[in-house]
């Protein structure tokens, strides 16, 4: 194991160094929290692709595999399609807007009032989506040295604060297209054959699992439904998601390099059902089918290249965590701290920006760390979090892409129905449910569309601020928010 060790930490060390060197390039707040917008479709599309694809992409979409076969790629395939989704039909007007947070871009829309109330919701599913990613460190440095589970949550979650606070959008981009290279050799490159080969190739695979290991639709429907709503949908209104489209550096980029990015994630589903259909065959006894992933690597790899996968997998849980972790603190100091303390104006010093913002990162960090050590149940806690981010905000937000009735009263109204209705109907039917998730949305809707019916129409001035913005025909948003139109 030495060598694989020695892997592992030269991994780690090299995800500090990006950090300090992407401090230096992080002098202003454009540059701290959205890479200065310049990101080229290479870059952007690894990018892209390490934030929707960590741990529950890679160890849970392997143990769905084992579990399910070839129909536990499903999961990992709606996030997918929520990519491609975004990139065509979305991510043009998301990148002309020049904003920092979804927030904000609904405060552009409607004309203020919408955005404390979307930004603690938001914030909510951000911190969530952090501390389930924080998590999973437990489970891959348990396979790597050993530790205890506190050990290895503060050991993971520490290396992810330390180079995501030095530069901020900066250092996540460049330790971002590691991870996406490690992952595409360790689990495309060489898990995925070697698994294959394991387990006496597919037609070996095929004469010992039941048939509907091979039955695309084995999941069952009802799952597969649950999954486009949560995940798909999920993927198109989400501030760790927005955060990576308001890095690209044009239209163009956004659209095809997001579409690479979601092509990217059904190759990646695949493999990871089909590694998770092949340690099926070669363990049939597991626990946990999530200790299907460990367990392959464990025992079927040589050194060396157990060390390599080993890192992928622990690249795929940074890159989550990483991306959560600054769309978390984007929100707590942009869409409810500065609202809240009244900080109606840009301070006008970058230096000062990126410090606040460094800060708000370094805090939610320590609270994500917490929060990880705290909880047990991932599972419930990821639950919670997407249950809440679409049944509040999926409405709204797209409303305001859409239909240009939508008003501020109407959103407001979303968010508040839809959020509560989610809540109350998880404490009825149970976290894990899918009923409240499917309610909560329709309640959502029809308190969207009755509202803003019942209200009048958003005021003209607002509205053709919007078009301009959504044409890329006005500048970069500043901090303050939108003052309402009466």
Known sequence: MAVDYTVIVVYLAGM????????RRAKSKSEFLVAGRRLGPAMYSGTMAAIVLGGASTIGGVGLGYQYGLSGAWMVV?????????????????????VYTVSEMLDLRYGGKAGVISGVVMWAYTLMLAVTSTIAYATIFDVLFDVNRTLAIVLGGSIVVAYSTLGGMWSITLTDMVQFVVKTIGVLLLLLPIAVVRAG???????????????????????IFTYVLIYTFGMLIGQDIWQRVFTARSDRTARWGGTVAGTYCLVYAV???VIGTAARVLYPELGSPDDAFATIVKDELPVG??????????A????????????CATVANNDIWSRLRGAARPSGDAHDEVKGNRLFILVMGVAVICAAIALNDVVEALTVAYNLLVGGLLVPILGGLLWKRGTVR?????VTVGGLAVIGLMAGYGILANEPVYYGLLASLAAYVVVSLATRPTDAAVLAAWRDRLAGQAPESVSEPVPAHQ
């Open 410 to 414: 109407g959103a407001l109204a979303a």
């Open 78 to 98: 709606t996030i997918g399609l929520g990519i491609l989704a975004l990139s065509v039909f979305f991510s043009a007007r998301i990148a002309r807007l020049k």
């Open 316 to 327: 795929a849980v940074m890159s989550t965590s990483s991306g959560a972790l600054i769309a």
């Open 271 to 273: 493999a990871g059902a």
């Open 201 to 223: 190739g597919f037609g070996e695979m095929s004469d010992r699992l039941p048939t509907s290991y091979f039955d695309p639709l084995g999941i069952g429907g009802e799952t």
């Open 16 to 23: 500090l160094a990006m950090g300090w060197w992407g401090m």
């Open 305 to 314: 290249v157990r060390g390599l996968v080993l890192a992928a997998a622990l």
